[in-house]
T-cell receptor, first 117, second 115 residues
Framework: AQTVTQSQPEMSVQEAETVTLSCTYDTSENNYYLFWYKQPPSRQMILVIRQEAYKQQNATENRFSVNFQKAAKSFSLKISDSQLGDTAMYFCAFGRDWAGNNRKLIWGLGTSLAVNP | GAGVSQSPSNKVTEKGKDVELRCDPISGHTALYWYRQSLGQGLEFLIYFQGNSAPDKSGLPSDRFSAERTGGSVSTLTIQRTQQEDSAVYLC?????????????FGPGTRLTVL
């Protein structure tokens, strides 16, 4: 069975600095998808970035980028130029290849990130 | 377009009462998920609907929990004889049927408090 591990329950960073959140996963599958979701204090869960396992190039969305190491089963999130609005819980999630009927995501326990002024 | 909506946003009930939580997914999304999130915790999968297929109920914690999805759209999560440990935020998410990315779009959640 797949598992997702986020080893950092809490992190903090100064505004404008860079922070990296770690995520490791375990799977025997070759094709899959990885996601980072953000949940701010407002509670609304939103997608930050996603990565297809068959793509070697790391995904990037503005200030957010990932370091995807498929062999190491590692999927870390880097936030550059941190902003106060980045304060949130960040969840890493694993999804099986879409061809499978079951589209459940496997979730990590989350990392609480505080951006300090 | 409209996102996933959930109602009520907050629900306070007494122990032993039944509650119904509603989820309106994004129009056209055939996948619908219910999660439970206890204070400061991760997401606990409850149930998953995909089109006309039988739902995956493997995450429901007890037979007091049930969910249905009418007409492939709106879903209702019912908790019977609520207990204090049922207090949590209940999140609903929907997803597209096609395409390679099983991204989930979340609603704002319903905060349930059982006194």
């Amino acid at each position: 069975a797949q598992t997702v591990t986020q080893s950092q329950p809490e992190m903090s960073v100064q505004e404008a600095e860079t922070v990296t959140l770690s995520c490791t996963y375990d799977t025997s599958e070759n094709n899959y998808y990885l996601f980072w979701y953000k949940q701010p204090p407002s509670r609304q869960m939103i997608l930050v970035i996603r990565q297809e396992a068959y793509k070697q190039q790391n995904a990037t969305e503005n200030r957010f980028s990932v370091n995807f190491q498929k062999a190491a089963k590692s999927f870390s999130l880097k936030i550059s130029d941190s902003q106060l609005g980045d304060t949130a819980m960040y969840f890493c999630a694993f999804g099986r290849d879409w061809a499978g009927n079951n589209r459940k995501l496997i979730w990590g326990l989350g990392t609480s990130l505080a951006v300090n002024p | 377009g409209a996102g996933v909506s959930q109602s009520p946003s907050n629900k306070v009930t007494e122990k032993g009462k039944d509650v119904e939580l509603r989820c309106d997914p994004i129009s056209g999304h055939t996948a619908l998920y219910w999660y439970r999130q206890s204070l400061g915790q991760g997401l606990e999968f409850l149930i998953y609907f995909q089109g006309n297929s039988a739902p995956d109920k493997s995450g429901l914690p007890s037979d007091r929990f049930s969910a249905e999805r009418t007409g492939g759209s709106v879903s209702t999560l019912t908790i019977q004889r609520t207990q204090q440990e049922d207090s949590a935020v209940y999140l609903c998410a929907s997803g597209k049927s096609g395409g390679p990315v099983n991204e989930q779009f979340f609603g704002p959640g319903t905060r349930l408090t059982v006194l």
